[in-house]
């Protein structure tokens, strides 16, 4: 047996003995002190394996089991190596200590060194007994520590679940004796074996033998590829998985009776470590823990043998993701393939993901997903490529949107409203825009806004609004496309994903409502004659009671109607909870515009608007970032409260909950701006108030459209700037620097043991757990959002948003090479839920856009003013027509202006914008035609806008087909070529077996011929006739 392995693997129950004896001999198998010491091991056993003896196919020597006897003075190792140098052996822990096996896996415990070998040999001493603490002293009269339960009932559970991974044909190394003060190491290995029958299980799509060559483009395509190429090779990365291949090689899931298809010359390497470490994590998954010295959280005084409490012992499995919320272990990764820097490191995959994906100087090149997948599994290889694709659209939307902003840039000064609102000539005389405090104004005061506003409010933003429509269905039909080329690539063509495990969570429910129904039975079967007893139906009935329990039980809508409950209520409770921040900075804007009018200095009175509106939009960014922290986090909770079945159930809800909210959250000031400020202000004498003493606000003369776009980008970039950058850099870089205070705090002692180098998992254990994907796709596709939802009034946000994904795909690269344990790598074919959400968040921005120019916007208004009241066929007189009239004395008790002369003059007229009728009509102030003219104008726009953009997305979507032609046709290729591989493999079988058949015919016949022949009747006399015979 190799030193550092847990048993004795792939032995008889008859092979088993011989090996046992084989190690006593070298004295690993065999405790001292005989037979009875090695008898009582083997009882010690019994309680650690899950099979009856008779039907293990794995015998195992416990060695916890002979600690438990107190031959060992150490607690808790597997078996530990004797080697001279370990750690120049086994590479610095990724190898185990005999230099040759591959470290797969690592879990990680902690445990108490003091107490565990005596609680260890008191158990082994009392047996069964009750619990430990109960016994008298040890010996040598030293009185026994209390001891901890919980802790012993971890490690019994340990014991367990590794003795059936020992079962299931991994092998385990355990290492204590780490630089990590209180922390074991258990390592993983995946023998040959175990890896085929596993990759045969999984239905892992392997490389046979068999290449064939890609059919590649000819004619014109064939030199246009060729030019882009050339063109494109500096900004390519020097990685070997991303140049251009010619060949590939024919895919098949793995067999272990077809393996003379796959090429295995080389068998360390044909499974790589990604597919090991996933081969490793579903039998972690698997693999279960049915037992528990005590229940978790018993303490001495409780009973533990009622009926209820041992078949919930019986039935309660845990398996590792279990294990680890229980905090039986503390971590389980996968290790990094080595270190990324250093002067002394060997080339790894990790080092050169460094090199040519997570440094930010090569942020002109594009990624090696290819590499990336290899290396982190294709879920976070999708994710990337993704963010890839994402990147490269928004190339030519920020060149449009760009193009789009110079425009109205270079237009501003002919447009005849803005130079109407800024001609002093004019003398148009405001109305206050507040009660009191506020006096009247001049609209020229107003020319800066107004000049402003045609950057982003002129008719090249409609043609943008249509483009960005266009522009998301595209990019969506390119990923499609992009997609389908990586399953090809990546031999995901045929997969499909199986259902996922039940979660730990969900099988507890199960069982409790199992329980529950069960106890009901028993209460009515309490009532019934009782039948003879039988002691074979009943120890029947006790041995399949963990699996009939809960057998045809499940979760039903009743059982989570008390959290589906919670969860309306709740959603609908945080909504509200927005809504209502939204209106007390909208109470905080009105109040600081009524403050800011009574200062006496004329610049701050002329730069009222801007002032609120900044203040008030960095108090939007500020709550806006903290609540999306709140949000997650419930989100995440009422998502455990409604105990979903699998992971990727789980998944899907979580991310529904969090989008939903954070959505809410991200855009709600921006949907009040854009569409309710200003819509329900009253008029002069009669507006309209919140809680009667605030006066709603309103736009400027320039329309909101201006404000809107200060309120888009200020939280756009605010939340790139600060949650997306800020955050990712500054939290790892304060973690690590915390990490340094304390080691720098530390003895000199244990300075110089952290100074020494680390294996592979302390390294390792020390990174951030991997956290999933979800928060990655959330901040994108909320900039999806930002970038395509109100895109008319912001044309730059496509390239703000291009500028933040520069380094966003750098920022991430790195966190994942240098700041994140290794994840699991997890199969899948595509990006999931977040497609869908995508789709739904680009048809809803053709609504909002329509909406966005039709009323936020002065679009409308213009093209009326222009085709139906203009009398020269230009804009001149658009301001006046959009301005009504009020006389002051209309004016309510108290809300009049306190300094009516604050102009130099009185003011008899002030204006103020709106439709509606002058004071001297016979209906005055009411709703002039004008407005429903305009009104019907824009619900025309709304309902045209949206179903041509809808028809031409729907046009392109189907246009381009979702899979490419040459991938289709490779697919094909590659269905053809199996066939034929197999037809001739079965030729070759039946011309093997006819040769065979004809062997056996040709060895036939010389018998045939040489074999005696059949009885004569007996001789007649010998006689004249018959000479031989005798008379």
């Known amino acids: ?131 430990p603490g109960k016994a008298g002293p040890l010996g040598a009269g030293e009185p026994e520590p209390p001891l901890d339960y919980h802790e012993d009932d971890k490690r019994f559970r340990r014991e367990e679940y590794e003795g059936n991974l020992v079962e299931a044909g991994l092998e385990l190394e355990r290492d204590e004796d780490t630089k990590i003060h209180g922390v074991g190491f258990v390592k993983i290995h995946a023998p040959w074996n175990v890896l085929c029958r596993e990759a045969e299980f999984l239905k892992l799509k392997m490389p046979t033998k068999k290449l064939y060559h890609i059919s590649e483009t000819r004619g014109l395509l064939k030199k246009i590829n060729s030019v882009l190429q050339k063109i494109t090779d500096p900004i390519q990365p020097k990685v070997a998985e991303h140049r251009p291949q010619t060949t590939k090689r024919l895919s098949y899931p793995f067999s272990r009776e077809k393996q003379h298809l796959f090429d295995l010359s080389d068998k360390d390497s044909f499974f790589d470590s990604k597919t090991r470490s996933t081969i490793v994590y579903e039998i972690l998954k698997r693999t279960t823990c049915t037992k528990a010295k005590y229940s978790m959280g018993q303490g001495e005084g409780r009973k533990k043998d009622s009926a209820l409490l041992n ?35 060997e080339f790894n995959d990790r080092k050169l993901l460094y090199e040519e994906w997570a440094s930010y100087g090569v942020f002109y090149k594009y990624q090696p997903i290819d590499l990336v997948r290899k290396y982190f599994g294709e879920k976070i290889g999708l994710y990337f490529a993704w963010l890839g694709v994402y990147t490269q659209m928004l190339i030519p939307a920020s ?92 031999d995901l063509t045929g997969f499909e994903e199986e259902e996922d495990h039940p979660r730990a969570e969900y099988e507890a429910r199960v069982l409790e409502k199992s329980l529950r129904k069960e106890s009901k039975n028993k209460e009515k079967r309490r009532h019934l004659p009782e039948e003879p007893t039988n002691k074979w139906r009943q120890r029947v009935k006790t041995a399949m009671a ?58 701050v009175r002329s730069n009222i608007r801007v002032t609120v509106t900044a203040t008030a939009v960095i108090i939007n960014l500020v709550v806006i970032i903290l609540l999306d922290e709140v949000y997650g986090c419930i989100a995440r909770w009422l998502t455990k409260i409604e105990v979903p079945k699998t992971e990727k159930s789980f998944e899907e809800r979580l991310i529904f909950k969090a989008f939903l909210l954070k959505f809410v959250n991200s855009y709600t000031p921006i949907f009040y701006v854009a569409f309710f400020k200003g819509r329900f202000v009253g008029r002069p004498g009669d507006y309209v108030y919140i809680f009667r003493s605030f006066r709603m606000e309103e736009c400027a003369p320039g329309g909101c459209l201006m404000e809107l776009c200060i309120q888009l980008s200020i939280i756009m970039l605010g939340k790139q700037l600060i949650q997306n950058n800020l955050f990712e850099i500054g939290i790892p870089k304060m973690k690590k620097f915390i990490r340094y205070l304390r080691l720098k705090h530390q003895s000199p002692a244990d300075h110089d043991e952290h100074a020494k180098k680390k294996q592979r998992y302390e390294v390792d254990y020390t990174l951030e757990p991997f956290a999933g994907l979800t928060p990655e796709y959330m901040e994108m596709i909320i900039q999806f959002g930002f970038v395509t939802l109100f895109v008319a009034s912001f044309p730059l946000a496509p390239l703000f948003a291009l500028l933040n994904n520069i380094i966003e795909i750098r920022l991430d690269a790195k966190k994942f090479v240098t700041e994140l344990r290794r994840p699991v790598a997890v199969r899948a074919k595509d990006i999931g839920i977040w497609y869908n959400i995508l789709r739904g968040v680009g048809k809803l921005a053709v609504i909002i856009n329509a909406f966005v120019i039709s009323f936020t916007s002065d679009f409308i208004p213009r093209l009326v003013y222009l085709y139906m009241y203009s009398e020269n066929g230009t804009m001149h007189g658009f301001v006046n027509h959009t301005l009504s009239s009020f006389n002051v004395s209309d004016f309510q008790n108290g809300t009049a202006p ?26 005055k102030y009411d709703i002039s035609k004008d407005f429903w003219a305009v009104l019907a104008a824009r619900l025309a726009f709304v309902i045209v806008f949206q179903n041509l953009v809808m028809f031409m997305s729907d046009f392109v979507d189907w246009v381009i087909p979702d899979i490419p032609k040459d ?45 005696p022949a059949p009885a004569a009747p007996p001789p007649p006399p010998a006689g004249p006739d018959f000479p031989g015979g005798s008379l």
């Open 1 to 131: 047996m190799l030193e550092g392995d847990i048993g004795l693997e792939a032995l008889t129950p008859k092979e088993a003995p011989a090996a046992e004896a084989a190690g006593a001999v070298d004295g690993e198998g065999a405790p001292p002190g005989g037979p009875g010491a090695q008898a009582a091991a083997m009882r010690v056993n019994e309680k650690y394996s899950t099979l009856p003896a008779e039907d293990r196919s794995v015998h195992i020597i416990n060695i916890c089991a002979i600690e438990d006897i107190g031959y060992l003075p150490s607690e808790g190792t597997l078996l530990n190596s004797l080697s001279v140098d370990p750690d120049a052996e086994c590479k610095y822990g990724l190898y185990f200590r005999d230099g040759k096996r591959k470290v797969d896996y690592i879990l990680v415990y902690h445990h108490k060194r003091a107490s565990g070998g005596r609680t260890l040999a008191r158990r082994a001493q009392h047996g069964d007994q009750p619990l």
């Open 311 to 345: 078949k919930r012992r019986k039935c309660d499995r845990h398996g590792i993701t279990s294990l680890l919320a229980n905090g039986v272990y503390s971590a389980a990764y996968p290790l990094h393939d080595g270190d990324y820097e250093g002067d002394n490191v």
């Open 399 to 490: 060149v449009v949107g760009i193009i789009v902003f110079l425009y109205g840039w270079a237009t501003v000064d002919d447009n005849i409203p803005s130079m109407e609102m800024c001609d002093q000539r004019h003398n148009i005389t405001m109305c206050p825009l507040c009660d009191k405090t506020c006096s009247y104004w001049k609209m020229s005061s107003a020319c800066a806004t107004a000049r402003a506003s045609h950057l982003f409010d002129n008719p090249a933003t409609v043609f943008f609004s249509v483009f960005m429509a266009l522009w998301a269905a595209t990019f969506m039909e390119h990923w499609k496309r992009k997609q389908m080329r990586l399953n090809y690539r990546w």
């Open 546 to 603: 963990g699996v009939k329990l809960t057998d045809k039980v499940k979760l039903t809508w009743r059982d989570r109607f008390p959290a589906y409950f919670t969860n309306l209520v709740s959603i609908v409770f945080m909504i509200a909870v927005t809504f209502a921040i939204v209106l007390g900075v909208i109470i905080y804007r009105i109040s600081t515009a009524a403050a800011l009018a009574m200062n006496s200095s004329p610049s």
């Open 898 to 923: 306190s300094d009516p002369l604050d102009l130099g003059y009185e003011v008899q007229i002030c204006r103020y914008k709106d439709y509606r009728e002058p004071p001297w009509s016979e209906h």
């Open 967 to 1011: 991938i289709s046709q490779q697919i094909h290729k590659e269905k053809v070529l199996m066939v034929e591989l197999f037809m001739r493999e079965e030729q070759g079988k039946q011309q093997l077996l006819d040769t065979w058949m004809e062997k056996d015919r040709k060895k036939a016949e010389p018998c045939n011929n040489h074999s």
